[in-house]
């Protein structure tokens, strides 16, 4: 009887460990566990999941990067280095196949460690990329929609390769190893 209620408690626990709203980015630095808002944003989490679950990530650069403020990476047509149409100088004006998102602004602050959607200055036009903020940028809220946050290895995510001049472009980008 205590092995069984031993394995329902084990069960429980690694389920609850790695929920479906909890996900795993592999940097080259290490391993970043972020949990997902899906009560806050459910289209934008269902889009991160699914061009996750298909490996659209896997390879996609950190175009830029801006020290003191994020590092935006998820363009999956120009900004992934293991696709035939990579080109660095596109990075970050691509997206996916699928249509853009409608906006899900949320009250949630643009924190350390927040992932927001990236878009153009249509709110409506979030596709596949995204920013995780290294500090507080309170000039965001509520006007990009808030999807997720680092919840472990934000050193990791600190040490992503910073780029250069006032739009942070990168020189020889880190990647995504892998999302999961």
Known sequence: MKKIIFIIVFFFSFQQLYSEDKMILELKSGKVEIELYNDVAPNHVKRFKKLAQEGKYNGVVFHRVIEGFMAQTGD???????????????????????????????DIPHDRGVLSAARSS???????????CFEPAPHLDRQYSVFGKVIKGMEFVDMIKKGDGPNGSVKDPDLIISLK
């Open 76 to 106: 999956v047509k120009f900004g992934n280095s293991k696709s035939k149409d990579f080109n660095l100088n596109l990075a970050g004006t691509g997206g996916s196949d699928l249509p853009d998102l409608k906006a899900e602004f949320s």
């Open 122 to 132: 249509d709110p409506n036009s979030a596709n596949s990329q995204f920013f995780i």
